[in-house]
C-alpha cells in the first residue's frame, strides 16, 4: 500500500488564520529548506499578497510555486520585525534574499588601559582586551595610516606587551622620533599620559581641542624660557594643523556615510564611502548575492538592515535611493546607537557631489567586477576544451609544497570556482614524519590527509585537481586517489616549460600521461597559471609563518618547572637569551624561584 502524498500548501486558507500584527514570515519548501524570510507591518496582507494576486513578478512566482510550509513570528513593533528580519536572513541565509556576504571582522584601533605606558595598537576580532576601541575602520590600510600617524604626532607606543618589557635601550623608532622611549623610562608616566590623552581626543575626533592645548603648554614653555620644549610643541601644531589641511573634506559631518547601489546582469555593487570627524577615511565595495528582479532600493534596504545593526552607526547615511522603509530604519538604528540617526535621500550641495562620487565608484567597481567574471568564465569554458571535459569545471583545486632546504614543510590546497578564489576552502597542511626534502612524500601525505575526509563522505568533490609538478608528482595523486577509492576527478600536473618562463607550461594528464602546450595566448594555460600561482603564494606564506613561529621559540619553553613568569625573570635578569647562555648554575640560582635542580636544568638545555 502506497503512503498518501501530503496535500499541496493551501496559501488562501493559511492568510485567514493570520492576524494583523507585525512580525515576520519564513517560507519553507517540501524538503524543509528555507526560502525566504520577510517582515510585514501586518502580517495578514502581507502574506496574502503572495497567494491571493492574480499576477506576480516571475521571481516571486518561481517561489510561490515552492512553498509547502510558512512560519510566522509575531512581534510588537515594525521596528523589531525588522531586526528579526535582518538577524535571521544573516544566520540562516535563505535562497531568495538579498544576502550580504560580508564575514570579515572591521579592523579597530585598540588603546590599552590600567598600565602606566599604555599602547596604541591594530585590532581586528572579539573586543574583550580591557581598553577602548576607535573604529570600525573600512579596511586595513586606513587604521595603518592612521596608527602612522599617531606615532609622527604623540609617539605614543606601539609595540607588544612583551617586547616593552624587555627592552634594556631604546629601539629604532625613538632614534627616527617615533616614540618616547617609556620602556627605559626616558619619559616619566605624567607627561606619558598626556601624550595619551591627547592621542585620545584625536582618536574622538576634537583635533582642534588639542591644537588649542598644546599651543597654550607652547606658550607657557615660552615664558618659561623652556626653548626646546616649545619648539617641538611649536612642530606638533604645525603638524596637526597640516593634517587637517590635507584631510579634511568641506561639507562633510562629523559622521557620515554616503551609500550608492548599482545593479546590473544580475549583479549589485553597494559602494560606501566613510567619513568621520570631516575626515575622509576612505571606501569600501560590497557585492551582495542578489535574487532575481531586485531593485537598488531593495538592496540598499537590506545592506543597511544587515551590515549596521551589528556596528557602530554614524550619525547621517546619505543614500542614493529613497527606501520603502526609510523612517522605520532611522527610529531602529537610533534605538541601537542610543541618538538620532538620519537616513536622507535627497540631498545637495557637497553631500550630492559625494553621492555622485560614491555612484561612479559603484558603477567602476561592478563594470570591472562583471569583466572579471566574464574573463574567468572564458577560461573555464576553454579549460573544458582543452582538457577534454563533458563540461565546464565548477571546482578546481591545485596543490603546492613549500620548504626551505627540508625545513618545516608546508603543504597548501586552494580551491577556484566560476566566481573566482574560494578561499574560505582553502587549507594548509604542516607535513611531518618525512625524510626533509622529500616532496612526493609530502605531496603525498597531503593528499591523502585531504581526500581521505572526501572518501569519508565529507567535503566537496573536485572537478580539475592540479598539481604542481610533473609526472612524479601526478603520480602520487593517482596513488592516493587509488588508495582511497575516489574516482571522477581529472588530475593534472602543472611543469615548468624548458626555460622556466611564464607561458611555455606543460599540462600534463594523469589518465593517459599525455602532454599539452596550450601556449601563452590560451586562456584555459592563463586560468591553470592563476590557480597554481595562488596555491605557490598561500604555501610560502604558510611556511614563513611556521617558520617564524619556530624561531620564536624559547628553549626554555621545554624545561620542566619554566613558566612564563620564571622565563621572563630570567630574561629580565640576563638581558636577554645571549646573557642568559653565558650565566653558571650559581648565577642562574640568583634569579628569584630557581633552586639549584632547576638552573642544572637550565643549564644544560642551554649547553646541549
Do not use: W
Not at 584625536?202 to 588649542?212: H, K, P, Q, T, Y
Not at 607535513?431 to 616532496?439: E, F, N, V
Amino acid at each position: 500500500m502506497q503512503s498518501a502524498q501530503p496535500l499541496p500548501f493551501d496559501g488562501k486558507a493559511f492568510v485567514r488564520t493570520l492576524s494583523t500584527s507585525p512580525g515576520v514570515y519564513r517560507h519553507f519548501d517540501a524538503a524543509g529548506e528555507l526560502l525566504y524570510v520577510g517582515k510585514a507591518g501586518n502580517l495578514k496582507k502581507r502574506v496574502g499578497s503572495y497567494f491571493l494576486k492574480p499576477r506576480m513578478e516571475p521571481r516571486i512566482a518561481a517561489m510561490v510555486a515552492q512553498i509547502a510550509r510558512v512560519e510566522i513570528t509575531v512581534t510588537r513593533t515594525e521596528g523589531e520585525a525588522l531586526l528579526l528580519e535582518s538577524q535571521l536572513i544573516k544566520s540562516l541565509k535563505p535562497r531568495y534574499n538579498i544576502l550580504l556576504r560580508d564575514d570579515k571582522s572591521y579592523p579597530y584601533i585598540y588603546l590599552s588601559t590600567g598600565e602606566d605606558y599604555p599602547r596604541l595598537a591594530f585590532h581586528r576580532g572579539a573586543k574583550n582586551l580591557p581598553g577602548r576601541y576607535f573604529g570600525p575602520y573600512p579596511s586595513v590600510y586606513a587604521v595603518r595610516e592612521s596608527l602612522n600617524l599617531m606615532q609622527k604626532l604623540f609617539k605614543v607606543r606601539q609595540c607588544e606587551d612583551s617586547y616593552f618589557r624587555n627592552r634594556t635601550r631604546p629601539c629604532l623608532l625613538y632614534q627616527i622620533g617615533r616614540c618616547s622611549a617609556p620602556c627605559v623610562g626616558l619619559i616619566s608616566v605624567e607627561d606619558y599620559r598626556n601624550d595619551v590623552r591627547h592621542a585620545e581626543m584625536f582618536l574622538e575626533g576634537r583635533s582642534n581641542a588639542v591644537i588649542d592645548e598644546l599651543a597654550e603648554a607652547m606658550e607657557q614653555a615660552s615664558k618659561a624660557l623652556q626653548f626646546e620644549r616649545a619648539a617641538k610643541l611649536r612642530d606638533q601644531v604645525a603638524a596637526l594643523r597640516q593634517l587637517q589641511a590635507q584631510n579634511h573634506v568641506q561639507g562633510a559631518s562629523a559622521d557620515m556615510d554616503v551609500i550608492a547601489c548599482r545593479i546590473e546582469a544580475g549583479m549589485a555593487c553597494v559602494s560606501v564611502l566613510f567619513f568621520r570627524n570631516g575626515i575622509s577615511l576612505g571606501t569600501r565595495d560590497f557585492f551582495p548575492r542578489l535574487p532575481l528582479d531586485a531593485e537598488p532600493a531593495d538592496v540598499l534596504a537590506q545592506f543597511i538592515a544587515q551590515y549596521y545593526l551589528d556596528r557602530p552607526v554614524p550619525r547621517e547615511l546619505i543614500l542614493g535611493e529613497a527606501l520603502a522603509d526609510q523612517a522605520i530604519l532611522a527610529e531602529l538604528l537610533g534605538q541601537y546607537a542610543g541618538r538620532a540617526v538620519e537616513l536622507k535621500s535627497s540631498v545637495r550641495g557637497e553631500r550630492a557631489q559625494f553621492l555622485q562620487m560614491a555612484e561612479r565608484n559603484a558603477q567602476a567597481s561592478l563594470t570591472a567586477r562583471l569583466a572579471s567574471r566574464q574573463t574567468l568564465g572564458t577560461r573555464f569554458d576553454d579549460l573544458q576544451k582543452v582538457l577534454g571535459l563533458d563540461e565546464s569545471p565548477r571546482r578546481i583545486e591545485c596543490f603546492d609544497i613549500s620548504h626551505t632546504l627540508g625545513e618545516l614543510t608546508v603543504a597548501s590546497c586552494v580551491v577556484f570556482g566560476p566566481e573566482g578564489p574560494e578561499k574560505s576552502h582553502y587549507r594548509r597542511f604542516n607535513i611531518t614524519g618525512i625524510t626533509p626534502g622529500d616532496d612526493y612524500a609530502a605531496m603525498h601525505q597531503a593528499l591523502t590527509r585531504r581526500f581521505r575526509k572526501l572518501a569519508e563522505g565529507e567535503g566537496a568533490r573536485p572537478d580539475v585537481l592540479l598539481i604542481d609538478g610533473g609526472g612524479g608528482q601526478v603520480a602520487q595523486a593517482l596513488e592516493v586517489l587509488k588508495e582511497l577509492g575516489v574516482d571522477g576527478i581529472e588530475v593534472v600536473g602543472v611543469a615548468k616549460g624548458p626555460g622556466r618562463r611564464a607561458g611555455e607550461e606543460t599540462l600534463v594528464l594523469a589518465d593517459s600521461g599525455r602532454e599539452l602546450h596550450p601556449g601563452s595566448s590560451s586562456p584555459a594555460l592563463h586560468l591553470v597559471a592563476a590557480v597554481r600561482d595562488e596555491a605557490h603564494r598561500f604555501a610560502i606564506s604558510g611556511h614563513r609563518k611556521r617558520r617564524e613561529k619556530a624561531r620564536e621559540h624559547s628553549v626554555l619553553e621545554d624545561v620542566p618547572g619554566i613558566g612564563a613568569r620564571r622565563r621572563t625573570a630570567l630574561l629580565k635578569a640576563f638581558g636577554g637569551m645571549q646573557g642568559l647562555e653565558r650565566a653558571g648554575v650559581e648565577e642562574l640560582m640568583q634569579v628569584k624561584g630557581i633552586d639549584r635542580g632547576l638552573a642544572e636544568r637550565i643549564y644544560a638545555s642551554l649547553h646541549g
